[in-house]
């Protein structure tokens, strides 16, 4: 049940921190066979919201302040000293409410590099039925994908005509189709698959949280900010938090997991005295356990575009601009449940190596059709383009450049210091101009150029490395994936160990998408919930 306060002397078997994507699974799993008391605990409120709904209208949240945070990065060196903005959900769902809904399991090779790492049972193989028990995709081969589960995976096979043109320049200039890209392959070009059900979004705050929350064992605390966890010794016995500005404290009888987020999980270790010393003692706090990996190995897909004027008026562009064209595709929505109201922004993908001598593939090409000045130019009002028009997104998928979060204040209301430190090393320049090189080549294709009036940005004046380099560095933005600040493993970095508990303190673990030493995927939702998914297995094991 949802509360807005707790009794005094509360106690609970499990405290989970953060209703995000991984918090909502953690809640339902916990609690699913009666036996444990569950306390879910978010800062922000509930996912009543009905922008959440509806994917497209991701387009009225990214600026909404009721349902965000709206997180600034320092000023980054490499990207003329301009600090980036990284809004995350505040909200039942987390970022999860969000995000851009896209259904990818990620790269078979990147899971068995974390096995290979030292992290025993997180392979693709030990992950395979993880990820067919979480999804629930009827047409899949049922040896690779699943059935029934909490999560429905829509695929966009022939969507729209933009997105079969791009399918089909991709295969002109040579690269493999992928029917589906989530049964194990990865590389080629492929129709993405969204995490919806009917046309909505389904998050873990629908698919696990919705059905559990009238369980009598789970109570859901929302507006309420996790301070710090409460320790004896090195042993976790609950957490502080606070409600209008009053803390209070809430025990709990067998684990605190920390379910944060990236950008929170990491505060909140440092505030309990627990990360590198030198920075506890730095901010006058009683170091417990010295983990100097706390809040380092931050990673991101950071992301730069390549605009097109498209020739016919089939984007989001001449939706959100023309009212007769929103009322038509409301009422495609409402009542066929088709159309560009069921995506958030992208529809077909290309994962594709920068040079054949590559071992992996370390470029994405994406489609979006819609575009406009920056990754937050979604509506008429906030920059989007007055054109048909679509984007080509330009994303490494494995990043040289890694940063940091750490405390820049003891009020835990206030943001850590994030540096992501987006191309501090040259390799990833070099990837950004590999990648808009193909994007040109894929837009010359014949199958794309009927729909191509002209490039918009960086435009076709912009040919030479230095003109390209100065347009990336100038325009270069999140895709909201961060990851890895309190990465599993065995090295002297790991903050968990591979059963996700905080090395050196009992009774607490980091469940969420900070614990991947690497990025998984070209998105990270789905491998958090897997995450969680297998959390919650470790969780009972030991209980």
Not at 96 to 117: H, K, S, T
Request: proline fraction near 7%; aromatic fraction near 6%.
């Amino acid at each position: 049940m949802y509360v807005t306060s707790l009794p005094a002397n509360a106690e609970f078997d499990y405290v989970v921190c953060g209703a995000g994507s991984a918090g909502c699974v953690l809640a339902a799993k916990l609690s699913a066979d009666g036996r444990h008391k569950v306390l879910l605990i978010e800062a922000g409120g509930r996912d009543t919201n009905f922008n959440i709904r509806v994917p497209l209208l991701v387009v009225n949240l990214l600026n909404d302040p009721d349902v965000t945070w709206p997180f600034m990065t320092v000023p980054q060196e490499h990207l003329n000293g301009k600090p980036q903005r990284w809004t995350r959900g505040r909200v039942i769902g987390g970022s999860g409410a969000i995000n851009g809904n896209i259904f990818a399991r990620g790269n078979p090779v990147e899971y068995d590099a974390w096995r290979e790492l030292g992290c025993e049972g997180w392979g693709y193989s030990d992950m395979l039925p993880i990820l067919k028990r979480l999804e629930d995709f009827p047409q899949g081969d049922p040896a690779k994908r699943g059935r029934g589960g909490p999560i429905r995976c829509t695929a966009l096979d022939g969507f729209d005509p933009l997105s079969d043109a791009f399918i089909e320049a991709c295969k002109q200039a040579g690269y493999k189709f992928l029917p589906d890209h989530n049964d194990g392959s990865y590389e080629g070009v492929f129709y993405l698959q969204y995490s919806t059900r009917r046309g909505f979004r389904n998050n873990t705050a629908r698919g696990y949280l919705k059905p559990a929350q009238n369980r009598p064992n789970l109570t859901i605390l929302t507006d309420a900010t996790v301070a710090r966890v409460l320790l004896e010794g090195k042993r976790a016995t609950g957490v502080e938090y606070i409600v209008g500005g009053q803390r209070f404290q809430v025990k709990a009888r067998r684990e605190v997991i920390l379910s944060a987020g990236p950008l929170v999980t990491p505060k909140l270790l440092e505030l309990s005295g627990i990360g590198n010393e030198a920075i506890l003692r730095k901010f006058g706090i009683d170091v417990v356990q010295h983990l100097p990996g706390v809040g380092e190995n931050l990673r991101d897909h950071p992301n730069t575009r390549v605009t097109f004027e498209c020739s016919k008026p089939i984007t989001v562009n001449d939706v959100l601009r023309n009212p007769l064209r929103k009322m038509r595709e409301g009422l495609r929505f409402i009542f066929k449940r088709q159309g560009l109201l069921t995506i958030s922004s992208s529809t077909a993908q290309m994962n594709y190596r920068s040079d054949p001598s590559k071992p992996k593939a370390d470029l994405v090409l994406r489609l979006q059709p819609l575009s406009g000045g920056d990754r937050y130019s979604r509506t008429p009002t906030t920059g989007m383009d007055m054109f048909s028009g679509f984007t080509f997104g330009v994303t490494p998928l494995q990043p040289k450049s890694t940063g940091t979060i750490h405390l820049d204040s003891l009020d835990p209301m206030k943001q850590a210091r994030m540096d992501p430190r987006y191309l501090s090393n040259e390799e990833d320049a070099q990837l950004f101009l590999r990648g808009m090189n193909v994007s040109r080549e894929i837009a010359r294709m014949p199958a794309l150029q009927p729909l191509v009036v002209r490039e918009t940005r960086p435009g076709p004046d912009v040919r030479d490395d230095a003109g390209m380099l100065a347009y990336v560095r100038e325009t270069l933005q999140t895709s909201w994936h961060m990851v890895g600040t309190c990465k599993m493993g065995v090295d002297d970095m790991a903050v968990v160990d591979p059963k996700l508990r905080v090395r050196g303190i009992a009774n607490l673990r980091v469940i969420d998408s900070s614990i991947m030493p690497t990025i998984p995927s070209s998105g990270t939702n789905i491998p958090t919930i897997a995450v969680a998914e297998k959390g919650s297995d470790l969780v009972l094991a030991d209980a």
